[in-house]
Nanobody
Framework: QVQLVESGGGLVQAGGSLRLSCAASGRTFSGYTMGWFRQVPGKEREFVLAISWSGGGRYYADSVKGRFAISRDNAKNTVYLQMNSLKPEDTAVYYC????????????????WGQGTQVTVSS
């Protein structure tokens, strides 16, 4: 079966760092943009950042520019989210997703989703 599985979430103090991984299985995602979204209770799932298949296109939400970085290892079918200088407002469930659509920014462009991993940032 096709799966995206996030890992690496946890509890971290403000200013700290976490590295999330998203491992894909069941198929390769050749040509797909891989993105990260996050969601807190009562709010819509929010775009965080994304990376194109080649790595040449990187897309960031304003809230994480300068703090988060995305990368991918296509040979391992894995995408990473490096989160630095974490803030309490970064607390959310983080989801990875795969898109063959026209835009990296919109949820509707993503066909596959992981189960999410919790990131909690304390102050």
């Amino acid at each position: 079966q096709v799966q995206l599985v996030e890992s690496g979430g946890g509890l971290v103090q403000a200013g700290g760092s976490l590295r999330l991984s998203c491992a894909a299985s069941g198929r390769t995602f050749s040509g797909y943009t891989m993105g990260w979204f996050r969601q807190v209770p009562g709010k819509e799932r929010e775009f965080v950042l994304a990376i194109s298949w080649s790595g040449g296109g990187r897309y960031y939400a304003d809230s994480v520019k300068g703090r988060f970085a995305i990368s991918r290892d296509n040979a391992k079918n894995t995408v990473y989210l490096q989160m630095n200088s974490l803030k309490p407002e970064d607390t959310a469930v983080y989801y990875c997703a795969a898109s063959s659509g026209a835009s990296a920014y919109y949820r509707s462009s993503y066909e596959y989703w992981g189960q999410g991993t919790q990131v909690t940032v304390s102050s």
